[in-house]
Every structure is written in structure tokens, then in C-alpha cells.
């Protein structure tokens, strides 16, 4: 089974982060944000990071800014894109913020990457054997999809590859229809039976077997303890809309 771990806090300027140490050893800073420290005002309050939720473009760009300090870039650095719950893995040193993906690779560094999540998985993946690394967001569609897949392919050896499967709605707290049920039914412990025609579905379960099925370490993935459920800590799409997105956020130290 993957590791398990709860990410502590800690304060970079105006912003508690939530940072990834076990990848520090392997040349990474990273980190994932909760709903505070920023600016915007509710339902969006207050680190919003999505620029598409309906949330102020100035609130946003100042939030983004303040991401970008913590982990030590100047905010043009900072690569974000269009996420559309789809299977597509960007060169984030080719990659605007109209770009469209799902995944974002590098090996540069001197950008940091980030995914926008609130409910969705956010994961890294970091080589151990090079600068290589990417951040993914996988929602059902996406894991439907094989961006896991494709986001492995990008490396050179899954053998040297460590993962990160970061906050995201619980086992518990996610219920879905038959039609998304089936698609992950043949991943052991997955999914459970729950009211009527629905079923309860553990992405972060799914995300970690994905990876194990191409070729990642078991060993060598990290699932986070922590949850959406609430909207409390991180972003919940499911408990309040509209609202804000939070990040999963790395760079490679120089």
C-alpha cells in the first residue's frame, strides 16, 4: 500500500502552505495551498487562485503573486493553464495561460508548476534520476482518461518516478451515479455500494493504482490523509459553488 501522510503547515509571508518534505531530499520545493492568506472576498474568500470561477481578475492576478513568492518565483514564472478535465500533458516552458491541459511537465529550473484543484486529486510526480517533473489534475473524467498514464510516459524510467496524491473529496463524501461507478470498478477498493443506484468512489485509491499499473514504485507513492469534505481547509466544489480553487505547487531547486 502507498504511504500515508498529513501535511503540516507552514508560513511563507502572508501564507500558510502545506509542503511536500519528502521530496526535498530529491531537489523539490512544493507545497499545497489552503483558502486563506489571500484576497478575494466570499464566496471566494480568501487564496481563490482560479481565474475561472467568476472570482475579481485583479483578486486573482494578487493571489496568484503571493503563490508565486512562497515558492520563489516572480509570478510570470508561475505556469498555470486551462484545465479541462481531459488527458493532455503540457511542456509548461512552451505553455501559455490559454494553453489547454490537464498535466504540466518540465524539467527547467526556473518555472514552478501548478494544478487548481477543489475536490479534484492534484498530483506530482518527480524523478529522482533527473530535473524531471510534473504536476497533474485529475478529476474522474481525467482518470477516465489515463492523464496518469500519460503524465508517466513524459519520464524516461517509472522506476525512478516518486508520487505525491495530494487533498481531494474523501471516499466518504463522494458520491457518483453508475455511469462513472463502472469505469473504476475493477480498482480493488474503489468503489462501494451507497444509497439507491449510487456509489461511493475513492479517487486518491484510484490515482495511486493508476500509478502503480504504469510502472510507479508502490513504495515510492505518498497519498495525503486530508480531505475537501466541508470546504473548511481547502476549496470544496461539492459543498459550495461557486467557489475558489487552491494549488499544488513545485519547482525544482537550482
Same mark, same amino acid.
Given at each position: 500500500m502507498?504511504n500515508?501522510?498529513?501535511l503540516s503547515?507552514?508560513v511563507?509571508g502572508? &501564507?500558510?502552505v502545506?509542503?511536500?518534505?519528502e521530496f526535498r531530499?530529491?531537489? $523539490?520545493?512544493?507545497f499545497v495551498t489552503?483558502r486563506?492568506?489571500? #484576497?478575494?472576498?466570499?464566496?471566494y474568500?480568501?487564496?481563490?487562485l482560479g ?9 486573482v492576478a494578487?493571489?496568484r503573486r503571493?503563490?508565486a513568492?512562497? $515558492?520563489g518565483?516572480p509570478?510570470?514564472r508561475?505556469?498555470i493553464v ?7 500533458? &503540457? =511542456?509548461?516552458?512552451?505553455? +501559455?495561460?490559454a494553453?489547454?491541459?490537464d498535466g504540466?511537465?518540465?524539467s ?6 501548478a494544478?487548481?484543484?477543489?475536490d479534484?486529486?492534484p498530483v +506530482?510526480i $518527480?524523478?529522482?534520476s533527473?530535473?524531471?517533473?510534473? #504536476?497533474? /489534475?485529475a478529476?474522474w473524467r481525467g &482518470?477516465?482518461?489515463?492523464?496518469l498514464?500519460r503524465s ?5 524510467s517509472?522506476q525512478? +518516478?516518486?508520487a505525491?496524491?495530494g487533498p481531494?473529496?474523501s471516499?466518504e ?6 455511469? #462513472?461507478?463502472?469505469r473504476f470498478a =475493477?480498482?480493488?477498493?474503489a ?5 439507491g443506484?449510487r456509489?461511493?468512489? =475513492?479517487l486518491?485509491?484510484v490515482?495511486a493504482?493508476?500509478?502503480v499499473? /504504469?510502472g #510507479?514504485r508502490d513504495?515510492?507513492i $505518498?497519498v495525503s490523509t486530508q ?6 481547509l481547502?476549496?470544496s466544489?461539492?459543498?459550495v ?6 494549488? &499544488?505547487v513545485a519547482?525544482?531547486?537550482s
Amino acid at each position: 500500500m502507498p504511504n500515508r501522510l498529513t501535511l503540516s503547515p507552514e508560513v511563507r509571508g502572508p &501564507l500558510s502552505v502545506y509542503c511536500i518534505e519528502e521530496f526535498r531530499d530529491y531537489g $523539490i520545493d512544493a507545497f499545497v495551498t489552503d483558502r486563506y492568506g489571500g #484576497v478575494s472576498g466570499p464566496p471566494y474568500d480568501s487564496l481563490n487562485l482560479g481565474s475561472h470561477v467568476g472570482d475579481d481578475a485583479d483578486h486573482v492576478a494578487e493571489n496568484r503573486r503571493r503563490v508565486a513568492g512562497a $515558492i520563489g518565483v516572480p509570478v510570470e514564472r508561475l505556469v498555470i493553464v486551462r484545465q479541462v478535465h481531459g488527458d493532455i500533458v &503540457l =511542456d509548461a516552458s512552451t505553455s +501559455l495561460g490559454a494553453s489547454e491541459g490537464d498535466g504540466l511537465f518540465t524539467s527547467s529550473t526556473e518555472l514552478a508548476l501548478a494544478v487548481l484543484v477543489a475536490d479534484c486529486v492534484p498530483v +506530482l510526480i $518527480i524523478d529522482e534520476s533527473s530535473h524531471d517533473f510534473a #504536476v497533474v /489534475h485529475a478529476g474522474w473524467r481525467g &482518470l477516465s482518461s489515463q492523464i496518469l498514464k500519460r503524465s508517466v510516459l513524459r519520464f524516461r524510467s517509472p522506476q525512478t +518516478l516518486h508520487a505525491f496524491v495530494g487533498p481531494s473529496i474523501s471516499f466518504e463524501g463522494y458520491q457518483v451515479g453508475p455511469e #462513472v461507478a463502472e469505469r473504476f470498478a =475493477d480498482v480493488e477498493g474503489a468503489v462501494a455500494p451507497d444509497e439507491g443506484d449510487r456509489s461511493r468512489l =475513492d479517487l486518491r485509491r484510484v490515482a495511486a493504482s493508476q500509478l502503480v499499473e /504504469h510502472g #510507479v514504485r508502490d513504495a515510492n507513492i $505518498i497519498v495525503s490523509t486530508q480531505s475537501t469534505d466541508g470546504g473548511g481547509l481547502f476549496f470544496s466544489d461539492r459543498e459550495v459553488r461557486p467557489c475558489g480553487r487552491f494549488a &499544488l505547487v513545485a519547482k525544482r531547486a537550482s
